[in-house]
């Protein structure tokens, strides 16, 4: 049985787990860090037993004491031949057959425990940025197409072209999941055309690999003042390599400091299956320890403002470079990567393969074939020796 105090303690893991109470009660822990009441039982209908699942909201909102109560009155009405409603109602201490659209994305984005980590919290983060404001509180059986793509239309006409299909993606699947859960009849997103929204135009990311436009850049990310987390991120984001995802939900589990190495689990890659294993300069060893005496209260180490729980987001970073007056048409956090390939190979007396290695693009031919870890000495040289380069060009 469970008690204030474990579920309390119930700390996320890499993908959503489930602490049991009884009675069919549990608790679902998203990768997130979100906590939400479910309700596991069997009913007959035609005949055959069949297994269903209740969302009880999420805890603290629903006490542990609440939800027992709303399980004990699932059971009453199960008692009674009822099917227990989808959802329950806290402030009126009942259950109800009002669904919303928050109610049915709670229990699809919990139920998606193949996840990885981070794109969870990214889904999480869309969600609560664009579609739990407006829709979040509407009944899932009342939203419309129409509603939808004025909602998309709105996001397109903030100029994030990739946000609107992320966003489209999401509903459709949230919605796809109601059908599926006899929620609802239809899916009011799956007749969206994408005909109806602009098309993003091919183009590299925005970057500079001359030493003094390096210089430049250097130096005005030392005027970027957004918080500890933000300015610390970019402050290392040019001596890593990484991708701003990975950087920005860098945990420190994921930090060695005695083998002066950082390994990122296959789960936090954009090329599944492969770890990536970053060799750190004495630099970027000094400004993490620095961080890290700062920070012992989270598993991260940028951790957001607004919660511990959760870490910084790229839009963030890329905030906080546009507030210093870099431009788009200049740099874009991904240019950092193409900042340091292009440069060191222009610099040359570096393993190409090192290089491409290092940025963890997969290497074509034979030579793909070797494990990473033969070259890992050469990566140790070639991070402490641009690292140094990066300081020498401020100094």
Known sequence: MLNDTKVKNLKPQSKEYFAPDYGGLRLAIEPCGSKLWQHRFRIKQDGKLKEKVRSGGKYPE?????????????????????????VYDKFNQVSSDVTTFKDVFDMW??????????????????????????????????????????????????????????????????FSYAVNMQIINSNPAREISND????????????????????????????????????????????????????????????DFEEKLIRLPASRMK????????????????????LKNSNLDSTFCFPSSRSKARHITTNSLLASMRSVGIDKEVFTTHGMRHMASTRLNEMGGYNSDAIEIQL?????????VYDQSILLDQRKILMEDWSNYLNDLVT
């Open 109 to 174: 984005h919990s139920s998606m425990s193949d996840w990885s980590e981070g794109y969870a919290i990214d889904t999480q983060q869309r969600a609560n940025m664009y579609l739990l404001p407006l829709l979040g509180d509407r009944r899932i059986d009342e939203i419309n197409t129409k509603l939808l793509i004025d909602l998309l239309l709105e996001i397109q006409n903030k100029g994030v072209l990739d946000t609107v299909q992320k966003i489209k993606g999401i509903v459709t699947r949230v």
């Open 62 to 86: 629903v006490s542990l004491l609440e939800a027992r109560a709303w399980r004990d009155e699932n059971n009453r009405l199960r008692k009674e031949g009822k099917i227990p409603p989808k």
């Open 196 to 255: 109806l929204f602009k098309k993003k135009k091919e183009s590299h990311y925005a970057f500079v690999s001359e030493p003094k436009d390096i210089k430049w850049l250097l130096s005005m990310l030392k005027q970027v003042n957004s918080g500890q987390s933000v300015t610390t991120a970019l402050e290392l984001a040019p001596h890593l390599f990484l991708r701003a995802g990975e950087l920005a939900g860098l945990r420190w589990s994921e930090i």
């Open 271 to 290: 090329i599944d299956n492969k770890p990536h294993t970053v060799p750190m300069s004495n630099i970027v060893i000094e400004i993490l320890t620095t």
């Open 360 to 368: 963890a693009h997969a290497i074509p031919g034979v030579r793909g």
